[in-house]
Nanobody, 123 residues
Framework: VQLQASGGGLVQSGGSLRLSCANS????????VGWFRQAPGKEREFVAS????????LYDDSVKGRFTISRDNAMSTVYLQMNSLKPEDTAVYFC?????????????????WGQGTLVTVSS
């Protein structure tokens, strides 16, 4: 599994971005996938996760109601739609595939990590 995160960029406060996480080597349709982020000077933190068929979805409280995680298993891609962005959302965003079909908030549940994409929200 080799993950590639993309879609980051510079956006004004209140704007939107859609991040994509693609698997370039093989499908990860049997794995849960999560998004994490790391702001400058801070530890990496959980953002959202989705189970292998999309039936179980978790969000951190800080993004609930603004971010939406989804997946297209036929395309081996997981998305993170980010709306109403705030300056505090500025971070490098990482996607990660879990060891199995379901996952939670702990980073130790995730085995494969992408390289990250930078999201910068200006005020």
């Amino acid at each position: 599994v080799q993950l590639q995160a993309s879609g980051g960029g510079l956006v004004q406060s209140g704007g939107s971005l859609r991040l994509s996480c693609a698997n370039s080597r093989r499908t990860f349709s049997n794995n849960a996938v999560g998004w994490f982020r790391q702001a400058p000077g801070k530890e990496r933190e959980f953002v959202a996760s989705i189970s292998w068929r999309g039936s179980n979805i978790l969000y951190d409280d800080s993004v609930k109601g603004r971010f939406t995680i989804s997946r297209d298993n036929a395309m081996s891609t997981v998305y993170l739609q980010m709306n109403s962005l705030k300056p505090e959302d500025t971070a490098v965003y990482f996607c990660a595939a879990a060891k199995g079909p379901y996952s939670g908030r702990r980073q130790t549940e995730y085995l494969y990590w992408g390289q990250g994409t930078l999201v910068t929200v200006s005020s």
